[in-house]
């Protein structure tokens, strides 16, 4: 069955990007020039998803407006003759069929997702986390849904972190393939381990292909960690009688919820644009001969 609908969960509060996100959305946030959204939509379109489903929260509205029209502003860039940025406006609200559902209180990821049952319905889906940006040369959730049409069942991706940031990620009990070495059939999921409990290094980032199967499971699990509905709780209850896949994706990933994952992201994408790139790379080497100057190095 093809992955039509892509769950793009924006209802978090942005804790740790405050005070930026006291009142802009996290996923507002340019990375160079475009919200860091727009870059997960993109990516959701490249691999042939055709619905967006944003669970969104109060407050948070400028999401769904940046992929609607916008008059006003159209007629403006049309009456000056700026027809660059008028196409590349009305491009935006042309990319994909966007619905929107509340997600009244902020209960977990897992609960955001819940949120999404009856527009999902009972088809496999994708799940793409705003926070998580990955610059890769095939969208990394096409190749997750390669994965999923090949084995038709549900795939998370991985990445391979240091083992003293196990406690920052859910992480994979996994063993890898020998076929295919990015692959790995998961045995167990655990949410934020301490280290000496961590059963690898392999943590989940924010891209997930999901059966339908996986809402019994979220209506069922208890609150856990933090007191929130989490997606991995309901992953482990999956496991005990569907098969769960790990991908290694191939790219560079960005936390772009996190301040300092915020700031490479910036530097990361403005280093792929032309106009920035020698002007960027003079700024750096200039700031580390200061550092250099001062002893600091
Ligand atoms: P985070 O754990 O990053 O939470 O959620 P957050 O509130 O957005 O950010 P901080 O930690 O306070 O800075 C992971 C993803 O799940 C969504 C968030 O919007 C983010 O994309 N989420 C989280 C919801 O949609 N609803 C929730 O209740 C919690």
């Known amino acids: 069955m093809k992955i039509r609908k892509a769950v793009i969960p924006v209802a978090g509060l942005g804790t740790r990007f405050l005070p930026a996100t006291k009142t802009i959305p996290k996923e507002m946030l340019p990375i160079v020039d475009k919200p860091s959204i727009q870059y997960i939509v993109e990516e959701a379109v490249q691999s042939g998803i055709e619905q967006i489903i944003f669970i969104n929260a109060r407050g948070k509205e400028a999401i769904e407006d940046h992929f609607d029209t916008h008059i006003e502003m159209e007629t403006i860039l049309k009456n000056r003759g700026n027809d660059l940025l008028l196409e590349e406006i009305q491009k935006l609200s042309r990319l994909v069929q966007i619905a929107t559902i509340r997600q009244k209180v902020p209960l977990g990821l897992g609960h955001a997702i819940l949120c999404a049952k009856d527009l999902v319905g009972q088809e496999p889906f994708a799940v793409m986390l705003g926070d998580d940006l990955v610059d890769s040369k095939v969208p990394c959730i096409q190749q997750l849904i390669h994965i999923f049409n090949e084995e038709k ?13 196990t ?14 070495e990015r692959l790995h059939d998961i045995r167990a999921l655990l949410e934020k381990p301490p280290v000496e409990k961590a059963p690898s290094n392999l943590a989940i980032i924010g891209r997930y292909i999901l059966t339908p199967e996986i809402f019994d499971q979220l209506e069922e699990v208890p609150p856990g960690k933090g007191g929130e509905i989490q997606l991995t709780d309901a992953l482990v ?51 580390y001969h200061q550092l250099l100057l001062s002893n600091r190095l």
């Open 237 to 287: 209850k999956l496991l005990h009688f569907q098969k769960v896949l790990g991908y290694c994706y191939e790219g560079e990933r960005f936390d772009a919820g996190d301040k300092f994952g915020f700031l490479e992201a910036n530097l990361h994408y403005a280093f792929k644009r032309p106009e920035f790139k020698e002007r960027l790379y003079e700024k750096i080497s200039s700031l």
């Open 167 to 180: 406690s920052l990620y859910g992480i994979a009990d996994a063993t890898p393939r020998k076929s295919h």
């Open 153 to 165: 069942a549900s795939v998370i991706a991985l990445m391979k972190v240091k083992k003293e940031q």
